[in-house]
């Protein structure tokens, strides 16, 4: 099974940029087949979506549509998540997960069966 790890986070000010990566290990050859998320959770919320990409696509939460951008280099075996205009309420850790094949970019943290261990994310004022 594909092991994740995050990195990328720190602190900005608002408006400031971030890119969070995230390497995939053990994928054998197959990084290109998986489908692959990245989601954040703050202190006191539940788990929630970012963006996803899979199937040659990529679909976006609404928050942060026009701001983030997510890619894939199956090279690298690398997930990046470019966070652009980033705001207070961005504040968060960040997970990338993981998923072999998927017919569409899967929003559901329930569709994904490999998780990383996170990266924090702070966003001042």
């Known amino acids: 099974q594909v092991h994740l790890v995050e990195s990328g986070g720190g602190s900005v000010q608002a408006g400031g940029s971030l890119r969070l990566s995230c390497v995939a290990s053990?994928?054998?050859?197959?990084?290109?087949?998986?489908?692959m998320g990245w989601f954040r959770q703050a202190p006191g919320k539940e788990r929630e979506w970012v963006t996803a990409i899979g199937a040659g696509r990529t679909s976006y939460a609404d928050s942060v549509k026009g701001r983030f951008t997510v890619s894939k280099d199956n090279a690298k075996n690398t997930l990046y998540l470019q966070m652009n205009s980033l705001k207070p309420e961005d504040t968060a850790m960040y997970y990338c997960?993981?998923?072999?094949?998927?017919?569409?970019?899967?929003?559901?943290?329930?569709?994904?069966?490999?998780w990383g261990q996170g990266t924090q994310v702070t966003v001042s004022s």
């Open positions: 053990g994928s054998d050859n197959t990084f290109s087949r998986y489908c």
């Open positions: 997960a993981a998923i072999m094949f998927c017919p569409y970019p899967y929003v559901r943290r329930e569709s994904y069966n490999t």
